[in-house]
């Protein structure tokens, strides 16, 4: 009996170490998107978003690995179990919590504008009448920009905000369209801060822009929501979040509570 009692034990425990070290597969972008994430010299992704996820896992105490795809790709590869949670600066809309669920936000930034540094600053339909503005496809900008600037102007999509950034440097459009903090970081890049600069912020539209970036899951994998909003307070709790953020940012990016 005892004999039989530790075997059981000690299946218990291996069972236990198992399902603790199951490997989350997280969903990226394959392009990359400063300063959350995007490849170094060795091909290794790095960047704010990667360290959220890296703290995250330890307070799941997971494996977790990374699977990289084209962003209109994303969902579909997430519902056909390709990986595990999209991790990828994918705001929280009306529209996709449709077909796809959310963990809590971990970050929440402004909608921007941008160009040339000669362009009258503003951001606002009259602003850009005539203009053509550069958006990456099926992103929350292309949706807002549908509904607040399609009758006054042109849209150029581009499958990565880098194609429109080369676009604007080069004058070939007159303005780029997107989250803030990827904006900023191109205009705090060389090619960015001799050309181009801030025009404004759009009013905001939640139904349309977000309650804030947040993990992307299938509706029905109601468990790992649960551990990765766990995990996401806890590191909020400690002091991580706070640590990571000061690596990139100089300021809070969680934004209103």
């Known amino acids: 009996m005892r004999l039989a009692s530790t075997l059981l034990a000690g299946l218990a425990f291996t ?4 399902t603790a070290q199951a490997d989350v597969r997280f969903g990226i972008m394959n392009e990359s998107y400063p300063p959350f994430f995007a490849k170094d010299a060795a091909g290794k992704w790095q960047g704010w978003e990667i360290d959220m996820m890296n703290a995250v ?3 799941m105490k997971e494996k977790c690995s990374i699977v990289e795809l084209s962003w209109d790709g994303l969902i579909p590869a997430l519902q056909s179990k390709k990986f595990d949670v999209i991790w990828s600066s994918m705001a929280n809309t009306t529209e996709r919590s449709k077909v796809i669920d959310f963990t809590d936000k ?13 362009q009258k600053t503003g951001a606002t339909a009259e602003d850009v009448k005539g203009k053509t ?14 509904k607040y600037f399609a009758a006054a102007s042109d849209e150029k999509t ?3 905000l880098d194609e429109a950034f080369q676009d604007l440097s080069a004058g070939r459009i007159d303005y780029v369209f997107g989250d803030s ?10 090619s960015g801060k001799d050309c181009c600069a801030k025009m404004g912020d759009v ?3 939640k139904e349309i822009l977000g309650a804030g970036v947040s993990g992307g899951l299938r509706k029905e994998d109601i468990a790992l929501k649960a551990k990765l909003n766990k995990a996401i307070a806890a590191v ?3 002091g991580k979040y706070d640590e990571i953020t000061k690596r990139y940012f100089n300021f809070d990016i969680y934004g209103a509570k």
């Open 15 to 18: 069972l236990s170490a198992m």
């Open 57 to 59: 896992c330890d307070e």
């Open 106 to 118: 971990y970050y929440n930034t402004p909608s921007t504008l941008i160009g040339p540094k000669d």
């Open 133 to 146: 503005i550069g958006i990456q496809v099926s992103t929350i900008q292309s949706d807002y920009y549908k």
């Open 158 to 160: 581009y499958q990565t």
């Open 181 to 190: 903090l990827a904006l900023d970081a191109f205009l705090a890049s060389d």
């Open 203 to 205: 009013v905001d539209d």
């Open 236 to 238: 909020r709790a400690s």
